[in-house]
């Protein structure tokens, strides 16, 4: 489709990433919530858009008391999704998931279907211009007056509260944004797509170590620094483990912005 930039996305979507991103849910979860307090919980319908491994949807269905909520994930890509494209629930319906580029217009039966749409961390494959273009795509599956949560991570905000900075803190978060401005992507929080912003400090070793075992190699192989991923790997291995030692003595930072903000017509 004219104007539409060439995907990239620097994670990859193995089983390992797949058990990282259910892990890194229940972190963010445990710290943050899973529908801001601020949305009504009386929600008949709700989107999750770059839904991965669907495991939001399935958190979500769980926590709605509203049983009969209709539910549906859309990502660019179905590695992670479960077998049959499908959430399974004992005694409920299963939560379908689609195939869905979320820079293009999405299908006329979704659209003013919704009164939440979630997006979290696309940060890894979208690319400056694309943050607008998904958010108005986005906006389509609303509900007038319905809700949008859109969390996500500022790569540049990545280090820990030590006084003199550990070099490989340096590197690790140097090596990502390098490859993310490469790429064309935007390793800045996306502020100016959110109508209202609430971002919080989160100290955690393994969510961040997590986070950078899995950007850092591709992110390295982009900018020249290593040869493959295996080479990067073991680079990263490195740099991570004189991360982990440093914070036994400092806490790690890193910004995450939630933004919750509702359709107004
Ligand atoms: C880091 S994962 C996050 C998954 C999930 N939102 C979560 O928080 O667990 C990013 C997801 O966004 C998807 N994605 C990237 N670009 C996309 C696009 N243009 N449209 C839809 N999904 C996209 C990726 O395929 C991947 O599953």
Redesign the pocket.
């Known amino acids: 489709m004219g104007g539409i930039s060439h995907?990239v996305?620097l994670?990859d979507?193995d089983e390992a990433e797949t058990k990282r991103?259910?892990n890194?849910?229940r972190f963010?979860v445990d710290l943050s919530n899973l529908i801001h307090p601020s949305i009504p919980t009386d929600l008949t319908a709700v989107a999750?858009?770059?839904?991965?491994?669907g495991?939001?949807l399935e958190d979500v269905a769980k926590v709605l008391p509203n049983k009969s909520v209709h539910l549906h994930g859309?990502?660019?890509?179905s590695?992670?999704f479960p077998r049959g494209h499908q959430i399974q629930r004992p005694g409920q319906k299963p939560i379908p998931l689609s195939v869905?580029?979320?820079?293009h217009p999405f299908p006329a039966e979704h659209r003013g279907r919704y009164d939440l749409v979630h997006?979290?961390?696309?940060?890894?494959?979208?690319k400056q211009a694309?943050y607008i273009r998904?958010l108005a795509n986005a906006r389509t599956l609303l509900k007038p007056n319905g809700w949008i949560q859109w969390?996500e991570v500022d790569h540049t905000a990545f280090c820990t509260d030590a006084t003199s900075e550990l070099a490989a803190v340096t590197r690790l978060r140097e090596c990502v944004i390098e490859a993310m401005l490469k790429l064309g992507l935007w390793p800045f929080a996306p502020q100016r797509v959110y109508d209202e912003i609430s971002a919080n400090g989160f100290a955690d070793v393994k969510w961040v170590a997590g986070v950078m075992r899995a950007l850092v190699p591709p992110s390295m192989v982009a900018i020249g620094q290593a040869e493959d991923t295996t080479q990067a790997r073991g680079i990263v291995d490195g740099l991570v483990r004189e991360f982990e030692a440093h914070c036994e003595s400092e806490t790690a930072l890193v910004n995450f912005g939630v933004t919750v903000g509702r359709r107004v017509d």
């Open positions: 995907q996305y994670l979507r991103l259910n890194q849910h963010l999750d858009i770059g839904t991965g491994t495991v939001w859309f990502d660019i890509s590695d992670q869905h580029d979320a820079l997006i979290r961390l696309l940060t890894a494959g979208l694309d998904v969390e």
